[in-house]
């Protein structure tokens, strides 16, 4: 008898807080994708989990890591590994990121374009969307090529694709 008095008790202490916290929300806050030479790129990706995703996250029923993993291999049809997966960060290498071609003594690398919406509609599919806002829009996205040329967007749901061209030194 007092067991379960301690469960429903416990049950319903559980049930309060969850109403009454405030709403959580899941935020991006900075992108860097970092060509390498090859086209492969190293995507870091910084991020605030809200108080039920990282009960989420640490009960194992979602990965931000292969989430990500999963979308970029949906939408660019490329080979993606996990590095690594944290409360605040997930790092992925996605091979053959950018196109690379070379001509008159000029190679020209090409990154598709971003766009962050239909992570918004994964998540939603989750049992904890309707407790969290979402903002997917990073911050800060920053594209890194491999001569050191940055290109920068903020507040960008999407990110448009990128032609840059890199001298070729030694020819």
Known sequence: MMKNVYLYSG???????ISVCPVQAFTAKSLDIVV???G???ITFDYDLSWYENVAVFAQITNPGNELKRAL?????KKVDVITT???????????????SVKDNLVTMVTPALS???????????WFAPLINVDFSPAVT???????????????IAIPKIDHNLRITGI
Do not use: M
């Open 40 to 42: 492969d790129a190293l």
């Open 142 to 156: 920053r594209v890194i090529f491999p001569d050191g040329y940055i290109e920068t967007f903020n507040n960008q």
């Open 11 to 17: 049950i319903l202490i559980l049930i309060l807080a």
């Open 73 to 77: 291999e949906a939408n660019f049809g």
């Open 116 to 126: 962050f919406d239909s992570a918004e509609k994964i998540l939603k599919q989750y």
């Open 86 to 100: 944290t409360g605040k960060q997930s790092q992925v290498l996605v091979q053959g990121f950018a196109t690379r």
């Open 36 to 38: 390498q030479d090859n």
